[in-house]
């Protein structure tokens, strides 16, 4: 089935710096790609999406671009603040009705 | 706008108790539902999901159950808690079945002591 692989860390980042997580991804076809992030105490959030091969998905300062090429969906952010340290995730449909999840990057940011 | 509810946000148990989480959707209809489990620093692990009233799919076995009586509506239960059992519990729904993007609840912190 579709597998995800994403950066482990955790990251450790001053604020204003650049952030970027790793998450590449075996499947077949082209399916659609997430990014999810949890704050310290609460469920998931849809961050953000890209449905197709070549699409860029952005939300809240956040872009990843969908790269069939790489097999990648790279998470990044030019000037990260204090207020995004969370846990982020990448995830991807696997069979009809289920997301397969990456294992989660927690980020600290610190001021 | 759609909203996914759980109940209770925390609860404290003991080995051998019973358990029932509950969680509910409004705004949408025949949604599919999931439960899934986050032990302390580890990543999701899905339980369970339901595509439909009285239809449950298991993916890990273990001691827990989990029921879907009403469209909306989906239970997890225990009959005896063990340690193993503590975690935070998210139930998540899908409801366009063109797109796979789930939505997530706020989640229960079960601690089994």
């Known amino acids: 089935g579709n597998s995800v692989t994403q950066m482990e860390g955790p990251v450790t980042l001053s604020e204003e710096a650049f952030l970027t997580i790793n998450c590449t991804y075996t499947?077949?076809?082209?399916?659609?790609l997430f990014w999810y992030v949890q704050y310290p105490g609460e469920g998931l959030q849809l961050l953000l999406k890209?449905?197709?091969?070549?699409d860029k998905g952005s939300n809240k300062g956040f872009e990843a671009t969908y790269r069939k090429e790489t097999t990648s969906f790279h998470l990044e952010k030019g000037s990260v603040q204090v207020s995004d340290s969370a846990v982020y995730f990448c995830?991807?449909?696997?069979?009809?009705?289920?997301?397969?999840f990456g294992k989660g990057t927690k980020l600290s940011v610190i001021p | 706008s759609q909203t996914i509810h759980q109940w209770p946000a925390t609860l404290v148990q003991p080995v051998g108790s019973p358990l029932s989480l509950e969680c509910t959707v409004e705004?949408?209809?025949?949604?599919?539902l999931y439960w899934y489990r986050q032990a302390a620093g580890r990543g999701l692990q899905l339980l369970f999901y339901?595509?439909?009233?009285?239809?449950i799919s298991s993916e890990v076995p273990q001691n827990l159950s989990a029921s879907r009586p009403q469209d909306r509506q989906f239970i997890l239960s225990s009959k005896k808690l063990l340690l193993s059992d503590s975690g935070f519990y998210l139930c998540?729904?899908?409801?366009?079945?063109?797109?796979?993007?789930?939505?997530f609840g706020p989640g229960t912190r079960l601690t089994v002591l």
């Open positions: 998540a729904w899908r409801g366009d079945l063109n797109h796979n993007e789930q939505f």
């Open positions: 499947a077949t076809g082209y399916p659609s």
């Open positions: 995830a991807l449909p696997n069979g009809s009705y289920q997301l397969t």
């Open positions: 705004g949408t209809s025949n949604p599919n």
């Open positions: 339901s595509v439909g009233i009285g239809q």
């Open positions: 890209a449905t197709k091969a070549d």
